[in-house]
């Protein structure tokens, strides 16, 4: 019915940029917050930046001011844009979109199925 996939993972320097990629497809009717959630092995997942359909975005202060969230309505994408990378950043990425699903009431949350990002000289 619905799919969220991402794209752009990899292997980058220290100090590096790299923009990941997460577009919703299937059986849409509107698409409300995006956002973006990491996982490094041994640690929980954090919440790392997340946009209302409005513009309002929001980021956690691991990565304020290095990374930015913005997201393109007409192709139901959102995109991380990820700067001055460090070995830190190291986890996998995963997205999430609330949609609402055509023919439903309220939205639910969907989850892509994650991207590696390794920060390494």
């Known amino acids: 019915q619905v799919q969220v996939v991402e794209s752009g993972g990899g292997l980058v320097q220290p100090g590096g940029s790299l923009r990941l990629s997460c577009k919703a497809s299937?059986?849409?009717?509107?698409?409300?917050?995006m956002g973006w959630s990491r996982q490094a092995p041994g640690k929980q997942r954090e919440l790392v930046a997340s946009?209302?359909?409005?513009?309002?975005?929001n980021y956690a202060d691991s990565i304020t001011g290095r990374f930015t969230i913005p997201r393109d309505n007409a192709k139901n994408t959102v995109y991380l844009q990820m700067n001055s990378l460090e070995p830190e950043d190291t986890a996998v990425y995963y997205c999430?979109?609330?949609?609402?699903?055509?023919?439903?009431?309220?939205?639910?949350?969907?989850w892509g199925q994650g991207t590696q990002v390794t920060v390494s000289s």
């Open positions: 999430h979109v609330d949609i609402l699903i055509v023919g439903a009431i309220n939205y639910r949350k969907f």
């Open positions: 299937g059986s849409i009717y509107g698409i409300n917050t």
């Open positions: 946009i209302t359909s409005s513009g309002s975005t």
